[in-house]
Structures are given as C-alpha cells and as structure tokens.
C-alpha cells in the first residue's frame, strides 16, 4: 500500500520548421513557415491515415507565413503532415510540416513510465477489490468504522489522482478510458456504499449491542 500511495521551399529559400511541440487532438492547429522572396503559400492537402484536401491560404506578416488548421480536421491521434506550396509568382516550390498528434498535447512517455505506472495501477486495483470484499464482510457483520471508511475514500481519491496524472503526463486513451470506467464504479463501491455501511453500523449496529447488552430503548 505504501509503494501505491508513494510514486514528449529550398528553392524560394523557405525555411520549414524542423521540431514542433506536439499538438493536442480535437484542438486548433497552428504552424508558420519563413521564405525570403515567396509571395504566397498555401496549405493544399494533409497526410494521416489518408489525404485530405484543405487548400488554405497561408497569412503573410514580413517573411513569415501563417495558418491556422480547424480543430475539425484534427480528431485523430498520431502523425500528421502537412503539405504547403509557396510561390513567387514565376516558380513554385513544396515542402512539409509533420506534427505528432497526442490526446493530451504532450509528448508521448517512455515504455518504462506506461509499464511502471500499469503495475501500480494493478496493485491498487488489487487493493480496491480486497477493500470491496472486506467493506461488505463488515457491513454484514455491522462493524465498519471511521478506519474502514477513511480506507475506501483514500483509494478512490488514488484512483481520481492516477487518473489526473494519466490524463496530464501519459495522454493514453486507451488507459484513460478503463480509469473513467473504474471511477465509475468506484463511485458507488469506494463512496456510495461504505457510507450506507458506516450509517448502518452507527444505527442499527449500535442499537443491537445495546440490546445485547439489555439496554432496549
């Protein structure tokens, strides 16, 4: 428990940049390029899983181009290149700009950090689950207390912690979307009912060995 509780237009002489942060999908993407003599570019497909045709205009200030690519057009993780045509009027030249997609806008972490944080997440599954069991063997027996109750919280706090952090350093959908199905769960399994268990045992726990004792009121 206390191992769980502890631990990313050579001709026209346009300059492409060559490393971008990564982007966060579903969110507006926006990249610039800078050409000495190119007086205009244009955004015209971009490359993913397949092509896609934009055909954007790209916003002059000085030398440097921009565009802005609609959140619309980036609902997909991994990479994606964008290819752009710049002009001077007389000869035309093409380059490209490849951005790796992320759920989070972060860069994707180390195998190590994934394998690492899985197993402590297993363990505190583990933990949850023999939590599950002995919460319901003491509601039966009418005996939760204050400990056993601060335990349940605890854990699921955990769990909304991984997520947080899941969700902030790792970006994986895939983790992401068994963490919300267990906060989920864990709503009622880790909230819910130890708080019906703690009620029953002050109540009717207490009133029954009260009349153990012979003290009926």
């Given at each position: ?108 972490p180390s ?38 109750l601060a ?67």
């Open positions: 428990m206390k191992l769980i509780w502890a631990l990313m237009l050579g001709i026209l002489l346009i300059s492409f940049a060559s490393a971008y942060a990564p982007k966060e999908v579903n969110q507006n993407l926006s990249f610039s390029i800078t050409s000495n003599n190119a007086t205009a570019c244009n955004v015209t497909t971009m490359e993913n899983e397949e092509v896609t045709i934009l055909n954007i205009p790209m916003t002059k200030t000085a030398q440097t181009f921009y565009v802005t690519i609609d959140a619309g057009n980036i609902t997909q993780t991994g990479e994606h290149c964008f290819n752009v045509e710049c002009s001077d009027g007389i000869s035309k030249t093409t380059g490209e700009e490849c951005f790796d997609i992320t759920s989070n806008g972060k860069e994707k195998g190590a950090v994934i394998t690492i944080f899985i197993i402590l997440f297993l363990l505190l599954l583990g933990f949850m689950t023999y939590l599950i069991i002995y919460s319901f063997g003491h509601a039966l027996s009418l005996d939760f207390d204050i400990i056993d335990w349940n919280y605890g854990g699921f706090f955990v769990i909304l912690g991984m997520s947080l952090f899941e969700k902030t350093y790792l970006g994986n959908s895939d983790i992401q979307n068994f963490l919300n199905v267990v906060i989920d769960v864990g709503i009622f399994t880790s909230i819910v009912a130890p708080t019906i268990y703690f009620i029953l045992t002050l109540t009717i726990g207490t009133w029954m060995k009260k009349r153990v004792k012979g003290v009926d009121f």
